[in-house]
């Protein structure tokens, strides 16, 4: 029987791959629990409950996984006897400081819930360093929301630093199939989230430049929505007319043919902590242009970061008049993101012997 349970409340997206990962590297040693990765709110509130209905009782685990998206203190009241297991907790994100267009608009729950989630487990990693010092650095702050009677900060942020880790995202980048070469005019990618965190309208101010200068460029915009669409896509869409390759969603092996086609991948992010599908556009060929903040110092070199749209106007153009700079790729040390160490990391962090 097996011995390690995963469970995911929200099973898409990154979360789903590094289910599969931890599943496929743990084959019959590893039983999933997930729910389907649509109504993220609800997910985060309400897991736990359906949750411990559909984990086995009568099972052989000795440790648990879970993504910081379950309530882990909840279920463990819920389901007592998961108790006793080794519990390790990855976080993808952090709700304590992701941004809100309102303040009124942030759920304290959902990071008081993955405060509680914390102190819960016996191992807390995050896929980066960045995530790891960002979540730790705002635990005070964000209990200090609370208007009276609050618990001590100092003290709970100690207890979750002595307990955490990172260990990056294990990545199967996708190999490159197509002839290297650039090609003319030169293909932009924005492949994201069409949500405001990823501040489309940063990326599409930029591109506007571009065209009033008259510069010749293709461009493709690849990503999944959630809820309501900004606006700015649809608008933009009808200024670009003529020059989209792609747009909207695309399936993992139609969006990496998608990416070969490209030369340049730009983030425009106010909220990233790792982006899985801007090292998936470097490793196939892009040249990945990131703002200088979030984690992206932390996983690439200077020659990759802007620190203005200005800034990242002006690379735009440069790439656009002279292709040729494209042929030198930036170093990626994509050796630490992705084959067997990251996954074999994770599996260690289980502690089955």
Request: hydrophobic letters at 40%; glycine letters at 6%; one cysteine or more.
């Amino acid at each position: 029987m097996a011995r390690v349970l995963v469970v995911e409340p929200f099973h898409g997206g990154s979360h789903r791959r590094l289910v599969d990962t931890l599943a496929a590297a743990l084959g019959a040693d590893c039983c999933t629990a997930t729910l389907p990765g649509t109504k993220w709110h609800w997910r985060a509130r309400t897991s736990a409950l359906l949750l411990s209905q559909t984990i086995p009782t009568e099972h052989t685990f000795v440790a648990l996984f879970a993504s910081s998206v379950l309530s882990l203190a909840e279920l463990l009241g819920l389901r007592p006897d998961l108790a006793k297991l080794h519990k390790v907790v990855y976080f993808h994100e952090s709700q304590l400081d992701y941004p809100v267009r309102k303040v009124q608009e942030r759920d304290f729950q959902f990071g008081y819930n993955q405060i509680t989630t914390c102190l819960a487990a016996d191992l807390v990693l995050f896929n980066s360093n960045t995530l790891l010092h960002s979540f730790l650095d705002n635990i005070v702050r964000f209990l200090n929301q609370e208007p009276d009677q609050r618990p001590d900060g100092a003290a709970i942020r100690a207890a979750v630093a002595a307990k955490s880790r990172v260990v990056y995202f294990p990545l199967e980048l996708p190999r490159r199939s197509l002839p290297a070469g650039r090609r003319s005019p030169v293909h932009i990618v924005w492949p994201h989230r069409w949500e405001h965190d990823k501040d489309p309208q940063a990326f599409f101010r930029v591109i506007d430049k571009l065209l009033e200068d008259g510069l010749d460029f293709r461009i493709s915009v690849i990503g999944q929505t959630y809820g309501e669409v900004p606006g700015v896509f649809e608008e933009a869409r009808r200024r670009l007319e003529g020059r989209v390759v792609v747009w909207g969603y695309r399936e993992k092996a139609d969006f990496y043919l998608a990416l070969e086609e490209c030369d340049v991948a730009v983030s425009t992010a106010r909220h990233e902590t790792y982006g899985v599908a801007m090292l998936e556009a470097a490793a196939l060929g892009c040249f990945p242009l990131v703002p200088n903040r979030l984690v992206y110092p932390e996983l690439y070199p200077t020659d990759c970061l802007y620190n203005t749209e200005q800034q990242l106007y002006k690379r735009l153009r440069d790439f656009c008049r002279r292709p040729a700079l494209l042929e030198s790729p930036p170093p990626i040390e994509f050796e630490r993101f992705s084959g067997a160490a990251p996954a074999q990391e994770l599996v260690a962090c289980l502690q089955l012997g």
